[in-house]
T-cell receptor, first 112, second 114 residues
Framework: NAGVTQTPKFQVLKTGQSMTLQCAQD?????MYWYRQDPGMGLRLIYY???????DKGEVPNGYNVSRLNKREFSLRLESAAPSQTSVYFC???????????FGQGTRLTVV | GENVEQHPSTLSVQEGDSAVIKCTYS??????FPWYKQELGKGPQLIID?????GEKKDQRIAVTLNKTAKHFSLHITETQPEDSAVYFC?????????????FGTGTKLQVIP
């Protein structure tokens, strides 16, 4: 039982490049989330998926897109990376919205 | 939308002393208040949560109190140990603009000095 698995753990991108962060959970959770964590700013919600087949914007969605591929997988795509997207990204899942969230280990992304 | 403020941003205590972290929230519709602990290089992990129909909840050395009228909630850690050193986040969640999403505070870095 791995919980929430994110790949990759580290990534360096050049400005303008694109990439997809992958996330999978094996807890049969309905809800999944993508957060970014920046110093002094806590965790900010980028996008979430309350249930399979639905996605919604969070606080800071600009520059990102998501896909809920199936109940297990929720990916985050940066179409044209910018230095402002340098951050640590966390994927999380929960049984339902507003219940205990389980987080992955994070992806440290640097955009140069 | 919801706004969660958390204080202090850093906190140092001697081992065995108590630590208190305070949060305020803005949306009276919020009804779920979790606390997460994040150790270095790891994702946050839930340590305790409380819902708005309860004023206080305790789990061993950890307790959370909620004052809905004042929109305050606090985390209390008693008999602190070095392994309590971490960053702690409060959060508030509920129906805000039709979304039941959780908003996090900015975190408190707790250092327990042996």
């Amino acid at each position: 039982n791995a919980g929430v698995t994110q790949t990759p753990k580290f990534q360096v991108l050049k400005t303008g490049q694109s990439m997809t962060l992958q996330c999978a959970q094996d807890m049969n959770h309905n809800s999944m989330y993508w957060y970014r964590q920046d110093p002094g700013m806590g965790l900010r919600l980028i996008y979430y998926s309350a249930s399979e087949g639905t996605t919604d914007k969070g606080e800071v969605p600009n520059g990102y897109n998501v896909s809920r591929l199936n109940k297990r997988e929720f990916s985050l795509r940066l179409e044209s990376a910018a230095p402002s997207q340098t951050s640590v990204y966390f994927c999380a899942s929960s049984q339902e919205m507003n219940t205990e969230a389980f987080f992955g280990q994070g992806t440290r992304l640097t955009v140069v | 939308g919801e706004n969660v403020e958390q204080h202090p941003s850093t906190l140092s205590v001697q081992e065995g002393d108590s630590a208190v972290i305070k949060c305020t929230y803005s949306d009276s519709a919020s009804n779920y208040f979790p606390w997460y602990k994040q150790e270095l290089g790891k994702g946050p992990q839930l340590i305790i949560d409380i819902r708005s129909n309860v004023g206080e909840k305790k789990d061993q050395r950890i307790a959370v109190t909620l004052n809905k009228t004042a929109k305050h909630f606090s985390l209390h850690i008693t008999e602190t140990q070095p392994e309590d050193s971490a960053v702690y986040f409060c959060a508030a969640g509920g129906n805000s603009g039709g979304y039941q999403k959780v908003t996090f505070g900015t975190g408190t870095k707790l250092q327990v000095i042996p």
